[in-house]
């Protein structure tokens, strides 16, 4: 969260607007305004006495009387360094010195109200994870009996018997989500509506969009089998797939870059069948020819191939590091490992003769006995001709000081192991999502509660939207002039973009099915005066405004999305403002990056 090149305004004591600016050094630095470090680097005045090093020596931070931060800010203890409020005891450290993460202050620290404040350490979590069975504050606290059985669920939630509180679209689904089986009661009938789409074997009930979207939904993956139907109907009159398109067996289109990439792309993986080569050079083959994973998973210690290959011969490999063989395993000295089972066996199995598994290299008459018995090991024991060889259970790896004990592995540590959210466990992890997502069958990935997610692309011409499965254009808006900005209100269904040529800013109302109009059909201009060149919109669908940056004028002005209210924000420092995106959710967080190119600057 530090941002170490950035300017920090304060609008309202909620708006935070980011200058990502780079200063290089130059002779008329100090005629241009600016600060001279004895290293020579010039920086920007303003980040004189903020609590934080930007020149080498420090000397931008010495001799500074004590700072004053504003409301809505938080003061680190032993520096000048002012941060929002809603960074403090948020688990995340943002002072040098760690005192925003105190217990002393998070213990008197007030959570945001969709938090929730752990009893011990003051530490803040989202309302969400209150009573979820997996206790996420060191002390439990979120997971107390006493309170879970006072946490009522909302309107759009179902209550289990255990009082835990699930999407009431999960009751009578054929997944016990409450714990205790009691969201699939004798009340249900098992009959999915016809938006959506029953599960072969569970019988679960899933929505419409989910099927054939290339993630596996019910558990015996018949949502992403027999697509070409499904995939036909949503083409319509499209006649297979366009140029520099590839299509898979079921109907589905993909890029031509994805065939036999490694990756399967296709709901069917047709993408990636009878390929010369079936990995890319980032990928390891496995040996049944009919896997690819990432490089970076051989020899890991984990059988990520369905043949295990991918964890043999490993001490022959320099993937990172040198690999040794497993526990369960006799190390040939060669780089090749072998399983004890066949060692002392009555043949030789290591190839290259370099250290033989037979008589008289080793003592075989020991094979068979049990040094296991005396529990030598802390967790899993194998008995070989040379004594105990201990190894631990998934989750654990072996302890470096001592090798009979086993430390947790932080899973989280590893990226990708959790498409939002990770919870290291001891032994193992929990996967979590954010607010209107939902875990997937594979307890690893989140989708979006609604409808599938769509793509708004611009040529300035037009506007078209992609579906991000198919890839399917379809157009929205036509026959426009030089459009450079878009951006779009889910919850009004209103459509905004800007026009560089006409110097205006437009909006499009849809209904809840899309169909392309034409511009003069369609466009209504809300910001028509005052406008020179707006490179950049973002709506904040929150509070229902519309934000716009304009090089020509160098500006940030904000506007309710009818356009009949606008103030300028910013109109003073800024050089040809472009991009802008917004985070009402984080306290209208605006972030602009651009480059300066004005004498002294760079």
Not at 92 to 104: F, K, L, M, N, Y
Not at 278 to 307: M, Q, T, W
Not at 335 to 358: A, L, N, R, S
Request: aromatic share 8%.
């Amino acid at each position: 969260m530090t941002m170490k090149s950035s300017i920090f305004l304060y609008i309202c004591a909620s708006i935070f607007i980011t200058f990502h600016i780079s200063l290089a050094i130059d002779k008329d630095c100090l005629n241009n305004g600016g600060f001279l470090c004895p290293s020579g680097r010039c920086i920007s005045p303003s980040w004189l006495c903020d609590g934080e090093q930007d020149c080498e020596d420090n000397a931008d931070e010495q001799n500074c009387s004590d700072r004053t931060c504003r409301k809505g800010e938080f003061k680190c203890a032993n520096s000048n360094k002012c941060i929002p409020q809603s960074w403090v005891c948020d688990s995340s450290i943002d002072c040098t010195d760690r005192s925003d993460e105190d217990p002393a202050v998070c213990t008197k620290h007030d959570c945001p109200s969709d938090h929730f404040r752990c009893h011990l350490d003051g530490k803040c979590i989202p309302l969400t994870w209150v009573c979820d069975s997996h206790p996420d504050c060191v002390d439990g606290s979120d997971e107390l009996s006493n309170m879970c059985v006072k946490h009522p669920c909302n309107e759009t939630e179902f209550s289990c018997k255990n009082e835990r509180c699930i999407p009431k679209e999960w009751e009578c689904d054929r997944d016990d989500d409450c714990g205790d089986n009691s969201d699939e009661h004798d009340k249900c009938s098992y009959h999915c509506d016809p938006k959506s789409f029953q599960c072969v074997e569970s019988g679960k009930c899933i929505p419409y969009d989910y099927v054939c979207d290339g993630q596996m939904d019910c558990s015996d993956r018949s949502d992403e089998m027999n697509c070409k139907q499904h995939m036909t109907k949503l083409l319509s009159e499209q006649h297979g797939c366009r140029a520099h398109e590839f299509q898979c067996h079921d109907g589905a289109c993909i890029s031509e870059r994805f065939v036999c990439d490694g990756d399967v792309d296709c709901p069917d993986m047709s993408d990636e069948m009878n390929c010369l080569n079936n990995c890319s050079a980032l990928h390891f083959r496995c040996a049944s020819g009919k896997e690819c994973i990432p490089s970076v998973y051989r020899c890991n210690g984990r059988a990520d191939c369905a043949d295990g290959s991918d964890e043999k011969n490993c001490a022959s490999e320099s993937v990172g590091e040198v690999k040794h063989c497993s526990a369960k395993q006799f190390d040939c000295g060669n780089g090749f490992c072998i399983d004890w089972d066949v060692v002392c066996d009555g043949k030789q199995d290591c190839p290259g003769y370099k250290v033989v598994d037979e008589e008289p290299f080793l003592n075989c008459s020991l094979k068979g006995t049990d040094f296991c018995k005396e529990k030598p090991c802390e967790q899993l024991c194998t008995n070989t001709p040379i004594g105990p060889q201990c190894s631990c259970r998934p989750g654990y790896t072996v302890s470096l000081t001592n090798p009979k004990q086993c430390n947790d592995i932080n899973e989280c540590n590893t990226a990708g192991k959790c498409s939002q959210i990770c919870i290291n466990t001891i032994g193992s992890y929990v996967c979590k999502c954010h607010g209107d997502y939902v875990l997937l069958n594979n307890k690893r990935s989140c989708r979006a509660n609604g409808p599938q997610a769509k793509l708004l692309l611009t040529n300035r011409l037009s506007i078209r939207q992609f579906g991000l499965i198919s890839l399917t254009p379809e157009m929205l808006v036509n026959n426009l002039n030089s459009v450079v900005a878009i951006d779009y209100s889910y919850k009004r269904r209103l459509l905004f973009w800007s026009d560089i040529s006409k110097e205006q800013i437009f909006s499009c109302q849809f209904g809840n099915d899309f169909h392309a109009v034409n511009a003069s059909d369609c466009e209504r201009p809300i910001i028509s005066n005052n406008v020179s060149s707006p490179d950049g919109l973002a709506v904040d669908w929150i509070h229902d405004l519309i934000y716009w940056t304009d090089t020509g004028l160098d500006t940030i002005s904000v506007a309710t999305l009818d356009g009949k209210l606008r103030h300028t924000l910013i109109h003073d420092g800024l050089d040809e403002p472009r991009a802008i995106a917004v985070d009402p959710s984080c306290g209208y967080c605006i972030i602009i990056y651009y480059w300066v190119g004005i004498s002294g600057y760079e």
